[in-house]
């Protein structure tokens, strides 16, 4: 647990020796605009993503409609895509002097940008669409996940006590589904804080763009770690509100298995209506970047194809597997052990969850500092000692980078283990130990099975999430070392996205594979 | 007894692992260890050649940012060799940081001109890239500009860039402040800002396709974005839209930059990468650098590509790149102060 805080704690000595306080000339100069665009960023991403994966999660529990096991597993895709692909794919092809503009004035007669209005991609409301169509699937598979454990018992018995729909909604389902939620959320706004590839390609200044001028431009190493550390409180604000109001509200009680009577079945235009709307938010947050990006691959294919992205592929894969397996039991167990001790959470693990509210690449300062710091330590030891060098044990390979993404991920896995827990109430671990199970035993017949939504939401999160991981990729990697993320960048970089088309299209391919299997495990857990 | 007896075993293994380590560090010794902020499509070419002809394995960690950091957590145990560096900036961010040794090289030394070294061969310059401005052909802007022109109310409306915090355009903004001083630099900024026909974004690239596509006449780009549009069939009719102009050629001349590489402080294989610094200063690489990238040589009297060399010869401005680089955050400081980028 202590591993996990050391980053952060880094960040925190990095911060307290500036090489100069960044603070005067930001106040005087840029402060506001960047605080503007972050939180209406924040507030419009996190409004967009919660109104799309909830409503969403709303619609697959409760009712049954056409093409519904299609589109259970389809409207997972687009959180498969880079934000920062689907945003150059999007301006590329909607900016002023993408094919779509140039087509638009060719074939109206218009001579220039002041005879028609188009909304500009490259503005805030663009970005808040870009992060939203990626990030929307954050909440769906969380709130997807807790929709399953509220019975339907107890929404029915709500109706029959007179409740309205929306009000069944409001004051049974969403308090118990809210912890689920909250970590929805929490990751959405995570990732929209630490995101610096999309908003400096859309130019607009956040935080995070300051905290890399300091950093790069102004060459303020400590500076940046100051941002780094408002951009922290921003989201443990965030969190905390978020727990606190979770304390005074009631522990939801359920697993009672659901009944036969639900999803009920849409028909007429109702169900056309569902499925406009599946429809569409699939073909703007899927399907259209995914054909421009393959007709760019297609196009190029001669030019771009290696045999080395069977290489690369396979390291995106490995390390993704590696960090899905590893942040699963730590935070089973941390979770477990204070649930077991029926505490809150450890000051540490709270620290811990940060990591993830970090942009990449300070996180992976962060990283440095510590594995740098013992490699040098151990390698005078033993000079010491002995006479010889270990050289850097650590830094430098592949387990420098599982310990960033350790670091980085470690809330998505622990949130919604821990989340899961909360669903079950400890009145059916009272049971079974009155029945005589042991602790292991309840973790493995009772808890576990309850608990596979949760850990397979969290798991299919990371697996993707840690293929799209860039910038500490980039920096922490050893020497030939190639994922097909950082494939990717080398070209996107220079707005070559035709270039990388292709193996951004393997990205998402890797991304839909555990998108289907979790879909099957949860189907085959609704029909047993 | 037992506690001696594990310790041993403890000796004995370490001896092992020292054994091994030496053994591989023998056996890969001919090998060089890269960081680099360039990216490795653009090194790849001029790597292999040198393997080619030299035998010696190399091996790249490119990144974009934080090579500094991860220098200066690593210490004395770097496993880097030689950094490359797309700017002047990097390069000087090393030294300042004093992860750097000398490049002494007789080779070297008269390979590059004095004035794009540095004197104790803490870095070098290994290509050169000017700041020229893209005119738009079809509204036959006027190819005398000096950069002060972008200023000038008649292109209202008519200028495009990108972000003004990008390195190469704080570059010229610190030698603009190196030539003229801070308050003369901010007026001229603040009239390109307003000259501007939409909030700057985008590469050097996508200014040239917004010229051609009617939204603005002038832009700022590095001169061998034009040469690789030009060669890339689906970006060749924007490009062609265009002419190249070197600014300010009736007086200090044009904004130059240079790509560079610096050797590190503890680096592991001394001999093979001064061995590389030297590949890379010469005609054969400089040559590669010339024809797939489009930029200018560093060494004299290696040709340009047969496209850039039809852009002509320019004068380039002789301000000395750490002079340049010494306003690099003044620069900056005048970008938010009129919110350029905003």
Redesign the interface.
């Given at each position: 647990m202590l591993l996990l805080c050391l980053p952060v704690a880094a960040i925190l000595w990095l911060a307290a020796n500036p090489e100069e306080n960044p603070w005067p000339?930001?106040l005087e100069?840029?402060l506001p605009?960047y605080l503007y665009n972050t939180f209406a960023l924040l507030i419009g991403v996190g409004a967009c993503s919660v109104g799309l994966g909830f409503s969403l999660a709303w619609l697959f529990r409760f009712y049954d409609f056409p093409l519904k096991r299609f589109f259970s597993w389809a409207l997972l895709l687009p959180f498969a895509m880079p934000a920062y692909i689907m945003a150059y794919v999007y301006?590329d092809f909607l900016s002023?002097?993408g094919p779509l503009q140039?087509m638009l004035?060719k074939g109206m007669g218009w001579?220039?940008?002041s005879e028609y209005t188009f909304p500009e991609i490259?503005s805030l409301g663009g970005a808040i669409a870009m992060f939203s169509l990626v990030l929307y699937p954050y909440v769906f598979l969380t709130a997807r996940a807790s929709l399953q454990n509220v019975s339907d018992h107890l929404i029915q018995a709500a109706r029959s006590l007179g409740a309205s729909p929306l009000s069944t909604l409001l004051r049974v389902v969403f308090p118990s589904v809210r912890p689920a939620l909250a970590i929805g959320l929490a990751l959405v706004s995570m990732e929209t804080l630490n995101d610096y590839g999309t908003v400096?390609?859309?130019?607009i200044?956040t935080l995070t763009f300051g905290l890399?001028?300091a950093?790069?431009?102004?060459?303020n190493?400590g500076g940046a770690a100051q941002i780094a550390l408002v951009l922290i409180s921003v989201t443990l604000v965030l969190v905390l509100v978020e727990w606190l109001s979770r304390n005074r509200g009631m522990r939801q009680a359920s697993g009672t298995r659901p009944g036969r009577q639900l999803p009920q079945a849409l028909t007429g235009w109702r169900s056309g209506l569902v499925l406009t709307y599946l429809t569409s938010l699939l073909l703007i947050a899927f399907a259209v970047p995914f054909c421009i990006l393959l007709y760019y691959a297609v196009s190029l294919f001669e030019q771009n194809w290696t045999p080395r992205f069977t290489q690369y592929a396979i390291n995106s894969m490995s390390l993704a597997a590696s960090t899905v397996i590893l942040l699963s039991l730590l935070s089973l167990m941390i979770a477990y052990v204070q649930r077991i001790k029926a505490q809150d959470r450890h000051l540490l693990t709270r620290i811990a969850m940060l990591g993830y509210a970090m942009p990449g690449?300070v996180l992976?300062?962060g990283v440095?500092?510590p594995?740098?710091?013992f490699?040098?330590w151990l390698?005078d030891r033993?000079t010491e000692y002995?006479g010889?060098?270990?050289?850097?044990l650590f830094?430098?390979t592949v387990f420098a980078l599982l310990y960033a993404y350790s670091c980085r991920f470690f809330t998505v896995s622990f949130g919604s283990v821990e989340s899961g827990l909360m669903q079950i109430t400890p009145a059916m671990d009272q049971v079974a130990q009155t029945l005589g199970c042991k602790s292991p035993e309840i973790l493995r017949r009772i808890h576990l099975p309850l608990l596979r939504p949760a850990l397979l939401s969290s798991a299919i999160i990371i697996f993707v999430d840690v293929i799209k991981e860039l910038?500490a990729t980039?920096?922490?990697?050893?020497?030939?070392?190639e994922t097909l993320a950082?494939y990717v960048?080398?070209?996107a970089?220079?707005?070559m996205i035709?270039h990388s088309a292709l193996a951004a299209l393997l990205i998402v391919a890797i991304g839909i594979v555990p998108a289907i299997l979790l879909n099957r495990f949860s189907e085959t857990q609704k029909n047993p | 007894m037992i506690c001696t007896g594990v310790n041993m075993h403890l000796k004995s293994m370490l001896t092992l692992l020292a054994t091994g380590l030496l053994v591989s560090s023998n056996v890969l010794s001919q090998e060089v260890n890269i960081y680099s902020y360039r990216q490795p499509h653009l090194i790849e070419p001029v790597l292999s050649r040198f393997t080619e002809q030299t035998g010696i394995k190399t091996n790249v960690v490119y990144a974009k940012e934080g090579i500094t950091e991860r220098l200066k957590r690593e210490g004395r145990n770097s496993p880097a060799d030689i950094v490359l560096t797309t700017e002047i900036g990097l390069l000087l961010e090393l030294v300042e940081n004093d992860l750097v040794q000398p490049i002494q090289s007789p080779l070297v030394t008269t390979h590059v001109p004095a004035n794009y070294r540095a004197e104790d061969g803490k870095w070098v310059g290994l290509t050169l890239r000017a700041r020229s401005i893209y005119a738009s052909k079809e509204r036959q802007v006027a190819k005398d500009l000096n950069y002060e022109d972008l200023a000038d109310p008649r292109f209202k409306g008519k200028v495009c860039t990108r972000p003004g915090k990008h390195p190469y355009n704080i570059g010229l903004i610190a030698s603009m402040i190196a030539s003229k001083g801070e308050a003369e630099t901010l007026k001229w900024l603040q009239g390109v800002k307003d000259n501007l026909a939409r909030k700057p974004q985008g590469n050097d690239r996508e200014q040239v396709k917004a010229i051609k596509e009617g939204l603005c006449d002038v832009s700022l780009g590095n001169s061998y974005y034009l040469g690789a549009m030009l060669s890339e069939p689906s970006e060749r009719a924007w490009a062609e839209a265009v002419n190249i102009v070197f600014p300010n050629q009736s007086n200090r001349g044009t904004h130059v930059n240079a790509s560079g590489v610096a050797m590190t402080r503890y680096a592991p294989h001394p001999d093979t990468a001064l061995k590389l610094v030297e590949f890379l200063t010469d005609t054969e690489a400089q040559k590669i650098y010339a024809e797939v990238n489009f930029e200018y040589p560093v060494k004299p009297g290696v040709p340009s590509s047969a496209l850039v060399s039809s852009w002509g010869e320019f004068k380039r401005d002789n301000l000395s790149l750490p002079e340049m680089a010494k306003y690099r955050a003044a620069a900056a400081r005048l970008v938010d102060k009129v919110d350029f980028d905003g």
């Open positions: 000339h930001l100069t840029v605009n301006t002023y002097t140039a004035r001579t220039g940008a490259r400096s390609y859309f130019a200044p890399y001028d950093w790069l431009t102004m060459g190493v690449a992976a300062i440095l500092v594995l740098g710091g490699d040098n390698s033993l002995w010889i060098s270990s050289g850097l830094s430098g910038p980039l920096l922490l990697r050893p020497f030939n070392f950082t960048y080398q070209y970089s220079d707005e035709h | -």
